[in-house]
């Protein structure tokens, strides 16, 4: 098993910007594996903000395109979405998501909270 530890949410103004942190107990960046990030409002079903394959391919949503980063540092196993321009509408839990084929595992962290105010 995998640990995932989100930091780095918080309260916002519109337009600002933040960068979510997600730690992983172990290295999650290989060949088999995608990693990403997904978001939840309140009423709302879990969706996707960008993933990013073992391969390098990314996968952003629409509404996030030219606003969100996904980056990584390989050596402290530690995933990053740096989230610039930020709107109301991106308020949300924000959710660490890694998966292995190779290993048949996937798993999630436990969120945080990003609120974006006008």
């Known amino acids: 098993q995998v640990q995932l530890v989100e930091s780095g949410g918080g309260l916002v103004q519109a337009g600002g910007s933040l960068r979510l942190s997600c730690a992983a107990s172990r290295s999650i960046f290989s060949i088999n594996a995608m990693v990403g990030w997904y978001r939840q409002a309140p009423g709302k079903q879990r969706e996707l903000v960008v993933t990013v394959t073992g391969g390098g391919s990314t996968n952003y949503a629409d509404s996030v395109k030219g606003r969100f980063t996904i980056s990584r540092d390989n050596a402290k196993n530690t995933l990053y979405l740096q989230m610039n321009s930020l709107k109301p509408e991106d308020t949300a839990v924000y959710y660490c998501?890694?998966?292995?084929?190779?290993?048949?595992?996937?798993?999630w962290g436990q969120g945080t909270q990003v609120t974006v105010h006008s």
């Open positions: 998501y890694y998966s292995n084929i190779y290993l048949g595992y996937n798993g």
